[in-house]
């Protein structure tokens, strides 16, 4: 059964600061990834989709890339500020029947 | 807009009283799915659907009934509530029928209190 596990479950870094949150996961063979940010009493927010044939994607401060043979993926968020605040989630599909599996998230807060 | 809409966002109820919590997409999608979050457990998925009147169960099905009678609705069924049913549920929609292809979107959630 496919687990997702991301390190750390919380993280606080002064504002500007780049960073990285990290998600592993026990099967790699995966159909894609996806991260996600969810905030306070809100739902979650795709921010990135990696098919499994990609290394990377990117989206404005955010990049993302996986590594299917060692079942991992980073996020990389550069120059943070106090509006990335939120948990980040990873999501892998795998499987036949295509399960969607989540992490548990990191909590990220950006100082100012 | 483009959105998943939920209702009711928040509910508290009483064991064994019937329950629906409804799921509404605007944007065409093929596949819906349901979830459940619980501290420590992270998401896990409930049921989900890629097509109009098919449904499959994902991890957690007991104590849930769903329906796919029309594209757009997906509601969420507890027939007969428990307090282990007590969490915040998210509906997610994507456009591909198959589930994870493509970007999911989700709702703002339904915080459910079980007594």
């Known amino acids: 059964k496919q687990e997702v596990t991301q390190i750390p479950a919380a993280l606080s870094v002064p504002e500007g600061e780049n960073l990285v949150l990290n998600c592993s996961f026990t099967?790699?063979?995966?159909?894609?990834l996806q991260w996600f940010r969810q905030d306070p009493g809100k739902g979650l927010t795709s921010l990135l989709l990696?098919?499994?044939?990609?290394r990377e994607q990117t989206s404005g401060r955010l990049n993302a890339s996986l590594d299917k043979s060692s079942g991992r993926s980073t996020l990389y968020i550069a120059a943070s500020q106090p509006g990335d605040s939120a948990t980040y989630l990873c999501?892998?599909?795998?499987?036949?029947?295509?399960?969607?599996?989540f992490g548990s998230g990191t909590q990220l807060t950006v100082l100012p | 807009e483009a959105q998943v809409t939920q209702n009711p966002r928040y509910l508290i109820t009483v064991t064994g009283k019937k329950l629906t919590v409804t799921c509404s997409q605007n944007?065409?999608?093929?596949?819906m799915s349901w979830y459940r979050q619980d501290p420590g457990l992270g998401l896990r998925q409930i049921y989900y659907?890629?097509?109009?009147?098919?449904?499959d169960k994902g991890d957690v099905p007991e104590g849930y009934k769903v329906s796919r009678k029309e594209k757009r609705n997906f509601p969420l069924i507890l027939e007969s509530p428990s307090p282990n049913q007590t969490s915040l549920y998210f509906c997610?929609?994507?456009?591909?029928?198959?589930?994870?292809?493509?970007?999911?979107?989700f709702g703002a959630g339904s915080r459910l209190t079980v007594l």
């Open positions: 997610a929609s994507s456009f591909d029928r198959l589930p994870g292809a493509n970007v999911l979107t």
């Open positions: 099967d790699s063979a995966i159909y894609n």
């Open positions: 990696i098919q499994s044939s990609q």
């Open positions: 999501a892998v599909v795998s499987g036949s029947a295509r399960q969607l599996t």
């Open positions: 944007m065409n999608h093929e596949y």
């Open positions: 659907s890629m097509n109009v009147e098919v449904t």
